[in-house]
């Protein structure tokens, strides 16, 4: 019975490492409109919830106090890992808003973006609210938190990590999602484009002509129109990238 209840105990501890480390930095969960103590909650109730599910998966209890602070670390930097992962796919987003926002002109409005808890440009804030939104309204959260639980097919509990493959994988979801958030703003960044030769041209053929007093509010107007008729498109192209990379992970 002692070594049953200890089993258990070793069982609960470190998934709740693993799944608890991951929620402080997941996407949508790590907002500071949640509160700490609710997403204490929910690793501890997915926890129990997948100690009975996840227990083959375990292995046996580590015999020493140094192999334990081995495997809780291990297990810290999985979690950590993973949502880090999720938060640079996530980055793409943060990517197009910052163009779309220098596009348009809104460069130096900010506000609080709640995807990464700091302040942001409104446009782009605005993107990450209405992606968590989607989000969490279609289902993708369970995504992330099936990356998590199939982690342990991956990484199994104990054994060494292969850091060359972690780096090189971050590197690659680095690359991809910078990638995605040009794709996911090159509208803005032709709209840019277009709009400032077209300006340098008037200036030329017209230099009696104030082209700020001119071009300040153009450049809002159609901006404002050009983020109003993309927006849809281009949150449901970032919903289906953001899917198609979870589920990378699950494979």
Known sequence: MHEILNFEIYKLSFL???????????????SAYV???IRICLALALTLILAPVLSKEMGTPPATDLEIIKVAFLEIVIGIFLALIMQTIFAALNLAGTLSAQAIGFANAQMFDPAFNTQSVVVESFLSILALTIIFMTGL?????EAVVDSYRIFPMGEALP???????????????????????SPFIAF???????????????????????????????????????????????????????VTYLR
């Open 35 to 37: 509160s700490p103590r």
């Open 141 to 145: 959260h369970h995504l992330m938190l």
């Open 192 to 246: 840019t484009i277009i709009f400032y030769v077209g300006i340098g041209l008037v200036s030329r053929l017209m230099p009696q002509l104030n082209i700020f007093f001119l071009s300040l509010p153009l450049q809002l107007y159609l901006g404002i129109s050009i983020l109003m008729l993309t927006t849809p498109m281009l949150i449901m192209w970032f919903s289906k990238y953001y899917e198609d990379s979870l």
């Open 16 to 30: 709740f490492l693993r799944l608890g480390s991951a929620f402080v930095f997941m996407p949508g969960f790590m």
């Open 163 to 185: 850091w060359g493959d972690l780096s090189k994988d971050f590197a690659q979801t680095v690359n991809k999602s910078f990638i995605m958030g040009f794709k996911l703003g």
